[in-house]
Every structure is written in C-alpha cells, then in structure tokens.
C-alpha cells in the first residue's frame, strides 16, 4: 500500500499479583458497534500457562519477563472465513486491498471462494462485494508481507453479508484498545463490551514511534491494570 507504515509497541509486565490476559483491538469494543464488530487482534504469547478455576489464564510473572512486541502493519486484505462459537477458525480466501480498490467474492466453475480482481473505487475507501450467491462472513485483516507470505490477523468483522450486498471501511488511523480478561482469545468477534473493564488504555498508532515500550503493571487496591509508556 502506498501508505504502509509499521509500528511496534513493546509491552513488559512488573510485579503483577494476579493472572491476566491481555488483548489487542484495532477497534473498541461497545454494545453499539453498527457494520462491523472488532475481532480480537492479538494477545501476548509466549508466557506460562496456569490452570485455575477452571479457565486457562495468561500469566505473566513479572520483571522476568521479556518485552512481548505487538508489531501492526498498515496493509490490508479482504477475507471469507469460518466460524465456531463467535471464533474465527478458517481463512478460506483472500485479496488484499488498498485504498481506493473495490473487490468481488464469487465462486468459480469449481465451487471455490475467490476474489475479483481490484477495481477502482472510492479513493479513501476499501470495499468488497458479496457476488457468491450466498450469505457470506467476511474480514478485514491486516498482514505483516503479501500473501501468500503471511496469514491474515482479522480487524473488522461484518456478519452474514447478503448476496450482491458490499461492506467496506473509510480511511482511518489505526487506534490500538487494551483489555484484561480471561474469557476471550485471539480472533474471537466481539459483539459488547469486555467487562469487567480491569483496563483504559487507547493509543493512536501512527502518533507513536516506530518501536516504543509500555509496562503492564497491577494495583490491588483498585483492581484495575495500567500500562503506561516506559522512560
């Protein structure tokens, strides 16, 4: 895209007192989400597992713990996936877009998914056309190289879109939304709110700098987690 850009934000965990697992929008998630809902973008990985309660946490074991990087590359593609229980479990065809491209999913003469070539829309709008014939859940997705190089991580999700119907998204900066919580995983579609809100954290991606560190820290007195930018 002709405005790709990248940023890292690093994340470090100090002290924490309790198990957490902590995810990543690109977009909030609200009661009120019109169009598309926000897809679980991201979580930390590499920490240990515990088992407690019966639900499996993300635990982070304080200042042990290297820097976690979230890394976002502004570059976008269109998705038809598969779901299980509000989880997205299959990718099963993909284009990728850029501002000012409209794009096609139909079948062909074989029953497979696939994609339009891009044809000239809107310049500060991506947008796909359901031309399969079928009801059909689509993404948008962000990826780190062209496909086929890297898996789709979706965004937005829009559900059982209707046939000869399209679906899109405006140009916009891309704001980052953490949470706490041990009962949602990565690509899970959000459709409310992620309560209880254990976090308030919001940053516009293009405002920071290639590379920043942030640290995820615990205060028991409030039960709430901060992560605040690292000197």
Same mark, same amino acid.
């Given at each position: ?17 309790? %198990? ?5 929008? /690109?977009?909030?998630?609200? &009661? ?18 515990? /088992? !407690? ?16 990087? =979230? =890394? ?7 998705? *038809? ?8 479990? !299959? ?15 139909? !079948?062909?003469? @074989?029953? &497979? ?15 796909? *056309?359901? @031309?399969?014939?079928? /009801? ?9 190289? %062209? ?45 409310? @709110? ?7 954290? #919001?940053?516009?991606? #293009? ?16 039960? @709430?987690?901060?992560?605040? *930018?690292?000197?």
């Amino acid at each position: 895209m002709s405005d790709t850009f990248t940023r890292t934000p690093m994340i470090t965990a100090v002290g924490l007192s309790l %198990p957490a697992r902590l995810l990543f929008t /690109l977009q909030e998630a609200r &009661e009120d989400n019109f169009g598309s809902h926000p897809v679980v973008w991201h979580f930390i990985p590499g920490s240990k597992f515990v /088992l !407690k309660a019966a639900m499996i946490y993300l635990q982070y074991c304080g200042i042990d713990n290297p820097p976690r990087p =979230i =890394i976002y590359v502004n570059r976008f593609a269109f998705s *038809r996936v598969e779901l299980e229980n509000d989880v997205i479990v !299959k990718t099963q065809s993909s284009q990728e877009v850029m501002y000012g491209w409209e794009v096609a999913i139909e !079948k062909n003469d @074989k029953g &497979e998914y696939v994609f339009t070539a891009p044809a000239q829309g809107d310049s500060d709008v991506v947008r796909v *056309r359901n @031309k399969s014939g079928t /009801l059909e859940h689509l993404t948008l997705s962000t990826l780190s190289n %062209p496909i086929p190089e890297s898996e789709p991580s979706p965004i937005f999700y829009w559900d059982m879109v209707g046939t000869d119907s399209s679906v899109g998204l405006r140009r916009f900066s891309p704001t980052l939304y953490a949470y706490v919580s041990p009962l949602h995983q990565e690509n899970e579609v959000l459709k409310g @709110k992620i309560e209880p809100q254990l976090i308030n954290w #919001k940053q516009d991606l #293009k405002a920071l700098p290639l590379v920043s560190s942030w640290t995820l820290t615990f205060n028991p007195t409030e039960q @709430k987690f901060t992560l605040v *930018r690292a000197a």
